[in-house]
């Protein structure tokens, strides 16, 4: 599914596709504010943006319309490209106008994935 197409009030992306772990994930939880003016244009422009950054495994988005709440975990190889893309200078304008226009709140959580598991019917 494209992000941004919507069934009801959920948005979302597939599962990403992840090498053997070990490998970091970066994940921001937002409250959104009630503006939507330009948030999934940008949010489109970032996916594009990350996948060109060195040590970018994947991303997977989800968002609830109703709630004004969403969740995104982009993967990465090493510590060091999460703290890159952070840096990034058009990622950081989209980080500016998010606490500016968008966002009422957010949290970051980097880990290391030690282990995954997968199912598909």
């Not at 609830?64 to 990034?88: F, L, N, P």
């Amino acid at each position: 599914m494209k992000s941004g197409q919507a069934f009801a009030t959920i948005a979302a992306v597939v599962i990403a596709t992840t090498p053997e772990p070990p490998y970091y994930v970066a994940v921001i939880t937002v409250e959104r504010g009630q503006s939507d003016d330009g948030y999934f244009e940008m949010a489109d422009a970032m996916h594009q943006l990350a996948k060109a950054q060195p040590g970018f495994l994947g991303l997977e988005w989800v968002y609830d319309a109703a709630q004004r709440v969403g969740i995104t975990s982009s993967y990465w190889t090493d510590a060091d490209a999460i703290v890159a893309w952070k840096q990034q200078a058009d990622h950081l304008v989209a980080q500016r106008l998010g606490q500016q226009r968008w966002y009422r709140a957010y949290t970051v959580r980097v880990a290391r994935v030690e282990r995954d598991y997968h199912w598909a019917s």
